[in-house]
């Protein structure tokens, strides 16, 4: 293995979790699969989301779902054999091998100058999106005392337009943006820095209905599956995959989660019963101690596709979470999937600590 490249490699036996973990630290969506110094296989996210998506676990290691077939390049291959390996299968780096073993790395830039585009610059879904854009910003006071959170600045551009730029890139064009607080400077802003890549239709909640209840003032606007979008989120994910597994499973509501593993310092005594509220003399039983035990959560980042027959199910003028339409589709014994990401692909900029950390990215 040539010296540089060790970080972008996981051994067969770590589970999807590490990988995942991994590939946050490193900033890559594609990992080398190593026994030993014997290469065994590139490992990327799409393929962890994918066995996820099936139901697999995601503390499973990666040798069960190491798909055979892949594309590598051996040494003395031309840069032009490269370069069509790479453009066919979008890899963002090319391993050069020579027998088992990696000598070298082509990364996408090294060949093709630019940052690689994902898929989705490809697979084009021209779906509406619903951004909720109406909250006080309470979390980023005093900043939001000036400006509405969606006009803070991330970069050279505006929270509202980094978001609204992933969903142009597969293709949607269609916003509709709920407005409260500040709805004014939001509108004008946004109208006046339309540069024709977006096409806007606004509407207003008079009050604080919740994410779930605004869709209600759109009922009529809306008759294909679409998106809808917290203003304090952005993915660093390819938008055309949710919504491929959200058809390809007949979903009614694919939900973006963000896979986050807790570690438990201590021990933890499983009782019998567990959350039995049981009286026993003596105590409760003990019947198995986990040392340091590992947690895995499925974080819900705000960030949906819909049927749109569910604006049916959305009560008016009320305050409703969009939770509760997940809860009615599931009590009435319909689909609602989820779509995982890393921990590291979202971030939530509605707080202090995380929007300046999306400023320093």
Known sequence: MKKGFEQLCIGRDATMLQAMEQMDRVRHKLLMVMDGDVFCGLLSIGAIQRAIVRGISPKTAISEILRKGIVVCKVGDGEEKIK?????????????????????????????????????????????????????????????????????????????????????????????????YMADTIERYLNEHNDGRYEF???????????????????DKITEPFFVTNCDNILQQDLAEIVEVHRQNKNEMTVVAAVKSMKLPYGNLVVEGDDSRVERVGGERVVRVEEKPE???????????????????IPDNQYFPITDLMNIIIKRGGRVGCFPITDGSWCDIGNWEDYTKALGR
């Not at 509407?203 to 759109?218: K, N, Q, T, V, W």
């Open 84 to 180: 069509a390996e790479m453009l066919k299968c979008r890899a963002e780096y090319m391993p050069i091998l020579e027998n088992t073993q990696v000598v070298d790395v082509v990364f996408w830039e090294d060949l093709f100058g630019e940052a690689m585009h994902t898929r989705a610059t490809v697979g084009k879904y021209d779906l509406p999106v619903v951004v909720m854009a109406g909250g006080e910003g309470t979390r980023l006071r005093p900043l939001t005392n000036i400006l509405p959170k969606p006009l803070l600045p991330i970069g050279k551009k505006t929270i509202i337009e980094s978001i609204m730029d992933k969903f142009v890139e597969i293709g949607s064009r269609r916003f509709f943006i709920s407005l409260n």
């Open 201 to 219: 239709t606004f509407f207003r909640e008079d009050r604080p209905m919740g994410s779930g209840g605004s869709l209600s003032l759109i009922r």
């Open 295 to 313: 947690f895995l959560f499925r974080v819900n980042t705000g960030v949906y596709v819909l049927e749109p027959q569910l604006l049916k199910d």
